[in-house]
C-alpha cells in the first residue's frame, strides 16, 4: 500500500478587508487529501489492511493533520512519529483492538502472535539506520557550505565511499542509487537528518505514555494536546516539546529501543 498527502488549502482568518465575505464565514478551516490504494474488497470479506499497510497509513495520515496543523516542517517529523500513532500500533492493547476480526469483533489475535510481531520490529534495525546515517551525511556533504561543485562522476563516488564506510557494502556495479533518490531534489537539502533525528524526538516524547503506563493514558494525552497541537505553528518544535515533557529532550529512550531491538 502507499499513501500520498495533497495540502488542498491551509487554515487562515481573514481580515475583516474581506468586505463582501461574511464575518461567520471568514474562519478557514484546513483541506488535505490523504489518497492511497490498498487492498480490494472481495466478494466474501471487506478490504482488510496488513500491519504494514496500517503502519503507512498512519504515517501519511499524520502528516495530512501535520498540514492541517501548519506545524513546522522539519520538527514534524519528531512530532509526526507520536501523531502518526508509529508507536502506539506497537502496544499491546492498541493491536488487541486493530486485530479484532470483522466477523467477530471479540475475537483478537493471540498474545503470542503479537509479541512476535513486536519482536519483528527490530529487524534488520542495524542496516536501516546505517543506511540512514550515511544517506544523512551524504546530504550534508552535498549541501553543506565547504561542498565543491557536484559532478555525476564525483557524486555517484562520494555516495559509495560513505556507503561503504557506515554500511560496510558495496554498491552493486552499473548502479546509481543518487538517481532513484528523489528527498534532496525536493526541498530537502541538508535535512534528510531530520528522518532519523525525529526518531530521536519520538522516543524520547512516546515514554511520557510508557511511564504514565499505556497510550490511553488522558493526563498526557491532554498535555500533548495543550502542548504540541494546539499551538501549531505558533510555537518553535523545541519549546514545544519541552514543554510537553518538562525537560529538556534526549536520547535515552531511542537509545533504550536500540538495545532492546
Known amino acids: 500500500a502507499h499513501q500520498c498527502v495533497v495540502p488542498i488549502s491551509p487554515s487562515c482568518s481573514l481580515t475583516k478587508d474581506y468586505k463582501e465575505i461574511d464575518e461567520a464565514s471568514r474562519k478557514i478551516y484546513p483541506m488535505v487529501v490523504n ?12 478490504s482488510l489492511l496488513y500491519h504494514s499497510q496500517e503502519h503507512n497509513f498512519m504515517n501519511s495520515d499524520t502528516f495530512a493533520m501535520l498540514s492541517a ?8 517529523l519528531g512530532l509526526g512519529n507520536l501523531l502518526k500513532l508509529e508507536n502506539w500500533i506497537w ?3 492498541v493491536l488487541k483492538v486493530l486485530s479484532s476480526h470483522y466477523q467477530t469483533p471479540t475475537q483478537s489475535l493471540p498474545d503470542s502472535t503479537i509479541t512476535a510481531l513486536q519482536k519483528s520490529r527490530g529487524l534488520l534495525s542495524g542496516y536501516r539506520y546505517s543506511r ?6 551524504f546530504d550534508l556533504v552535498l549541501h553543506g557550505p565547504q561542498s565543491a561543485p557536484a559532478t555525476a562522476a564525483s557524486i555517484s563516488t562520494l555516495w559509495s565511499q560513505l556507503q ?11 548502479t546509481d542509487p543518487v538517481a532513484s533518490w528523489y528527498h534532496p531534489a525536493m526541498g530537502y537539502d541538508a535535512g534528510y537528518y531530520s528522518y532519523l533525528w525525529s526518531e530521536v524526538l519520538s522516543s524520547d516524547a ?16 491532554l498535555r500533548y494536546r495543550e502542548c504540541v497541537l ?12 519541552r514543554a510537553f515533557l518538562g525537560r529538556e529532550p534526549n536520547e535515552e529512550a531511542f537509545l533504550k529501543t536500540l538495545e532492546e531491538e
Open 91 to 93: 502496544d499491546t492493547a
Open 164 to 174: 561503504k564506510k557506515y554500511t560496510n557494502l558495496d554498491m552493486i556495479p552499473n
Open 132 to 137: 540512514q546515517a550515511f544517506m544523512s551525511l
Open 35 to 46: 489518497i492511497g490504494n490498498v487492498p480490494k474488497p472481495t466478494g466474501t470479506s471487506p
Open 206 to 221: 512516546f515514554s511520557a505514555f510508557e511511564e504514565a503506563g499505556g497510550c490511553s493514558d488522558a493526563e498526557v494525552g
Open 230 to 241: 494546539e499551538p501549531g505553528a505558533t510555537r518553535g518544535g523545541m519549546e514545544m516539546l
Open 69 to 76: 496543523l501548519i506545524l513546522p516542517s522539519i520538527f514534524s
